[in-house]
């Protein structure tokens, strides 16, 4: 088709992205984790991030692999993530037909990170393939190719999934979850995360702390209306929208209260809750 080059190129942006930050991104440790993922990646022990979505997860892996010096491949894990998609498959190119890898496969070449991000949204008979990575094999066997790659020096594993979100049917298996150790993670302590919305955004602190008393309340909140809580991530995309001359209220309801429910009167005691906690007027029956 002479398409062959584009089509790789789609499938290694569809399953897998490998970065390497010029500068340190931006995380605040709240507790060890930094500690315990340090010694757990020095002994070759594959790492579970444990914690609700938003909480910076993302971030910290990025922040650990820049810290080891150490690129990371990113796979935003999905229901029809296949082991092929993950291991690599033969593709056509011109009258020949040719491996191309998948991105656990480049990880374990190349002694790179790879992070499964969400990594119970994929198929179990597909994460099954992870067993001889995550243990002291550290081998990754490739049925198409007839052959068992060594994970190259410097290759870690990393999965992240959201424990309070996914359903029984989506839980990490447990011959997965006792290959790995876990770090568990929550929202950053308030002055925390007041630093860490005000960087970010690129607002001031009185700003962050307003966004941030709104956050926790929301999070105090008892109904099954809400999808989820307020995670680190809506306040600051709130933060965003006040640096571009949006008000707190209308930022709130567009990145806050909008993305957070559908429900028509839980949408309105958000709204009031901003009136309260932001001062902003808005009133709940604009």
Not at 185 to 210: D, L, N, W
Request: charged letters at 25%; aromatic letters at 6%.
């Amino acid at each position: 088709m002479g398409s062959d080059t584009r089509y790789e190129s789609a499938i290694a942006d569809k399953n897998g992205a490998s970065t390497r930050a010029q500068n340190r991104p931006y995380y605040t440790p709240v507790g060890n984790e930094e500690a315990v993922f340090r010694a757990a990646y020095r002994q070759g022990l594959s790492i579970v991030l444990k914690g609700p979505t938003g909480c910076g997860k993302t971030r910290f892996v990025e922040a650990m692999a820049h810290d080891l010096g150490r690129p990371l491949i990113t796979v935003a894990c999905h229901d029809d993530l296949t082991t092929a998609d993950l291991v690599g498959r033969y593709l056509l190119r011109g009258d020949e037909t040719v491996w191309v890898d998948g991105p656990l496969t480049r990880a374990v070449r190349e002694g790179a990170i790879c992070y499964l991000d969400e990594v119970v949204e994929a198929r179990q008979d597909t994460t099954v393939v992870l067993h001889p990575l995550a243990d002291y094999r550290r081998q990754l066997p490739i049925e198409r190719l007839g052959v068992t790659l060594d994970a190259a020096p410097g290759f870690g594993l990393v999965v992240s999934y959201n424990p309070g979100y996914q359903s029984v049917l989506k839980d990490l298996k447990d011959s997965t979850r006792q290959r790995m150790v876990a770090i568990e993670f929550g929202f950053p302590a308030p002055e925390i995360e007041e630093s860490i919305v005000a960087h970010e955004a690129g607002v001031g602190r009185e700003t962050a702390a307003a966004l941030v008393r709104f956050g926790q309340a929301i999070r105090r909140l008892e109904t099954g209306g809400l999808r989820e809580v307020a995670s680190t991530r809506v306040l600051i995309a709130a933060g965003r929208l006040t640096a571009e001359g949006l008000s707190l209220g209308e930022a709130a309801l567009a990145a806050i209260a909008g993305p957070l429910t559908d429900d028509a009167t839980v949408g309105r005691g958000l709204a009031e809750m901003i009136d309260v906690y932001l001062d902003t007027g808005t009133g709940a029956g604009d």
